[in-house]
């Protein structure tokens, strides 16, 4: 395929961050802890809408609302208490961890984060809400609360659409580079693809559809927003009912951005990554080709298993599995189906899906043989590649980490990111991520409906996991990493009052 000048810059990127022996020990790398980025972002002197406190739990069993119907909404519920359930259900403080040497005490969210660094943010813009002012808002999680930055219809300026409610994801990339230096732009992606997932399943829970939009004006929405260190990266239209508002008079109140360290260090290859994906308003946009057919393995998936878990409880609940307990804990064949079922639905966005697929290393699952196995979303069958004891290859190509071989099962994500680029130019780049970060949020929650946990594995030697799948030159690249089993006991952990 001919790649112009920005798609080869994109490529380039992917190479020049990749990991490897040499590479991780060419340059060592000191946290500078003083310097760590503020992980909420708020906008100072804009007033705020306190959003009710404890909103009532989805209950819908998890599983239904990642495999099944979703419920029809509550034609009761304010305003304000569905965009509380929203936001408490997607992008929340849920725990917090105790450092017991110290006394210090950090955030955990309901949405994942690659070293939890948290670079994504959340905008929004509502129109003919019951109840509630029409405006452009941002989400404070550190207070569940909504700051007003603007009066008016916002709404069609962010989204030319009529949605009542839209939601813009920015990230912070500074947040991420401050650990994971030029790889963090591949971090941004993922977490931006976690973030969309988590919002769109809390939406399906409280019973409206959510759209998502990649393709769109870069610099326009980002002057929209009035933003400078956050970049756009989707859009997320949700179609709460509404009635016709001519939007009221608009008034700006912006507010002034928390200064997030004493110093940001810069990092070129990031800078140009976003610049080489961005879109300008003129750039019509790329329509999808046909989805490459898939290929038959000789193994078939068994059904989805059922579980009562509710929505609320399962997101609530979920945190990223520091290690795995390993030993002879299993989960069922039936159940791994349950994870890829989940992980492989159609998503609702206007770049699709199909760009990546997944490879399984297969430690102690009921029912199917431990091995190196290749699935077809497709065909919804699995394809053995290398039989035996996958231990030590998982945890090898996961940089050595022992919990890619104590799951009982891990995944590698492949994304075919020369696909990418043919459908969606160099936007591309991005969509093949947020597809890996939404498949490893849906195998979260699947995972703890089950009675399992999950964690996701961004770092990895590249080109040896491909080596060890048998991946030819323009086969793809691996993008994520992810492990399911028995979490170890945190006893750090401390219930969010």
């Known amino acids: ?79 304000a208490v569905f965009l509380s ?80 409610l839209a939601l813009v994801l920015t990230t912070i990339a500074w947040r991420e580079a401050w650990k994971y230096r030029s790889r963090a732009y591949r971090y941004c992606l993922l977490d931006a693809g976690h973030a969309w997932q988590s919002v769109a399943l ?68 990031i800078d140009a990554i976003h610049a080489s994906s961005a879109l300008d308003a003129e750039d019509p946009p790329v329509h999808s080709a046909a989805p490459v057919p898939g290929r038959t393995g000789p193994i078939a998936l068994p059904p989805p298993v059922s579980a009562s878990r509710a929505f609320g409880e399962t997101v609530r609940q979920r945190r990223s599995a520091l290690d795995f307990q390993g030993g002879d804990r299993t989960i069922t064949f039936a159940q791994l189906a349950t994870l890829l079922a989940a992980g492989f639905r159609p998503f609702h966005a206007d770049f699709g899906e199909g760009l990546v697929r997944a490879y399984l290393y297969v430690h102690r699952v009921d029912g199917l043989e ?10 919804g069958t699995l394809e053995l590649l290398r039989p035996g004891d996958q231990r030590l290859w998982a945890a090898a190509l996961s940089l050595g980490q022992d919990l890619a071989a104590n799951s009982c099962v891990t995944f590698s994500l492949v994304a075919d990111l020369p696909r990418a680029a043919a459908l969606h130019g160099t936007r591309g780049y991005r969509y093949a991520h947020f597809e890996a970060g939404a498949i490893g949020h849906r195998f979260y929650l699947a995972a703890e409906a089950m009675g399992f946990q999950s964690t996701g594995i961004g770092a990895f ?33 401390q219930p969010q009052e």
């Not at 660094?117 to 129109?127: I, N």
């Not at 769109?216 to 509404?242: C, N, R, Y």
């Not at 431990?370 to 065909?379: I, K």
Request: hydrophobic share 35%; net charge negative; aromatic share 10%.
């Open 370 to 379: 431990p091995g190196l196995y290749r699935h077809d979303a497709p065909s």
């Open 85 to 164: 359930r929203l936001f408490f259900y997607s992008c929340s403080i849920s725990a917090t961890k105790l450092v017991r040497s110290t006394g210090y005490r950090y955030s955990l969210r309901v949405n994942p984060s690659s070293g939890n660094l948290h670079p994504t943010e959340f905008h929004f813009a509502a129109r003919g809400l019951a109840g509630w002012k029409d405006g452009l808002y941002h989400y404070r999680p550190s207070a569940h609360m909504a700051e007003l930055r603007a009066t008016g219809n916002w709404n069609e300026r962010l989204t030319r659409s009529s949605a009542p």
């Open 461 to 493: 030697y590249d080109d040896d996991v491909h080596a060890y799948l048998g991946l030819r030159p323009g086969e793809g690249q691996v993008v994520y990493h992810f492990a399911s089993g028995y979490a170890v006991r945190d006893d750090r952990l």
């Open 202 to 269: 809390a939406a399906r829970a409280l019973g409206c559809r959510a759209q998502a939009r990649g393709h769109f004006a870069d610099q326009q929405v980002a002057e929209t927003l009035g933003v400078s260190d956050e970049w756009p990266l989707l859009v997320i239209e949700i179609d709460h009912p509404a009635s016709p508002s001519p939007g009221g008079r608009a008034e700006w109140f912006g507010g002034r951005p928390n200064r997030l360290s004493e110093e940001l260090v810069e990092y070129p290859l």
């Open 1 to 79: 395929m001919p790649l112009n000048r920005e798609t080869e810059r994109l490529f380039a990127y992917h190479e020049a961050t990749k990991h490897s022996y040499a590479s991780l020990r060419a340059v060592r790398h000191t946290l500078d802890w003083a310097n760590m980025p503020e992980p909420f972002r708020h906008y100072e002197g804009t007033p705020v809408v306190d959003l009710p406190a404890d909103p009532p739990p989805p209950l819908t069993p998890a599983l239904d609302i990642l495999l099944g119907a979703p419920p029809p909404p509550d034609p009761e519920e304010s305003t």
